[in-house]
């Protein structure tokens, strides 16, 4: 059975400070994804890494697949205030279904 | 629709009481999961949907939390004799095909409260 952990599972940092989140996952998968979620709202999908290797970038943020290690990396660069929030990953466990890590909970300090 | 409509938005309920939370997917999509949110965790499985069928249901905790699905659409999640451990967030997300070839996407979600 999959089982997908994070770290740090709270995360408080000045702003322009740079950090990464780790998601590990235990079973062989090709497919992530990573969420973010602001308080009492759903989800809002950030990046899907499809393959070994693959890094996206999105302003502060950038996403990494290490699939032989099962490891991806959320980095954040400078970080600043609205990046605020909590950043779950979602790994695929067979062809239809995500597995979740129990979250991040990021807080940016001015 | 534009996106993923669930209702209601909150739910208190005494315990005991059967719920019933509804998920009206994106137009067209024949993939449909719900999740649970329980406080500070992450997102737990609960059942997937491809049209009107349930080929994944291992995620349902008891046989007191049953869903379906009707043409093709809107989905009820149905959970009977709720107890205080059921209070969560529930989400639905849907997706154009299974979440394996195109992308997902959740509701704002239904939070229950059971006291």
């Known amino acids: 059975e999959l089982k997908v952990e994070q770290n740090p599972l709270f995360l408080s940092m000045q702003e322009g400070k740079n950090y990464t989140i780790y998601c590990n996952y235990s079973?062989?998968?090709?497919?992530l994804y990573w969420y973010r979620q602001d308080p009492g709202k759903s989800l809002e999908s950030l990046f899907v890494?499809?393959?070994?290797?693959a890094v996206k970038q999105e302003g502060r943020l950038m996403a990494s697949l290490d699939t032989k290690a099962r490891l991806s990396t959320l980095h954040i660069t400078a970080a600043v205030h609205d990046l605020s929030a909590t950043y779950f990953c979602?790994?695929?466990?067979?062809?239809?279904?995500?597995?979740f890590g129990t979250g991040t909970r990021l807080k940016v300090l001015a | 629709g534009a996106g993923v409509s669930q209702s209601p938005s909150n739910k208190v309920t005494e315990k005991g009481k059967d719920v019933e939370l509804r998920c009206d997917p994106i137009?067209?999509?024949?993939?449909l999961y719900w999740y649970r949110q329980s406080l500070g965790q992450g997102l737990e499985f609960l059942i997937y949907?491809?049209?009107?069928?349930?080929?994944?249901k291992s995620g349902l905790p008891s046989d007191r939390f049953s869903a379906e699905r009707t043409g093709g659409s809107v989905s009820t999640l149905t959970i009977q004799r709720t107890q205080q451990e059921d209070s969560a967030v529930y989400l639905c997300?849907?997706?154009?095909?299974?979440?394996?070839?195109?992308?997902?996407?959740f509701g704002q979600g239904t939070r229950l409260t059971v006291v």
């Open positions: 997300a849907s997706s154009l095909e299974s979440w394996g070839n195109t992308e997902a996407f």
């Open positions: 079973t062989t998968s090709d497919r």
């Open positions: 890494l499809l393959s070994n290797g």
């Open positions: 979602a790994v695929a466990s067979g062809t239809y279904k995500y597995i």
């Open positions: 137009s067209g999509h024949t993939a």
């Open positions: 949907f491809q049209g009107n069928s349930a080929p994944d």
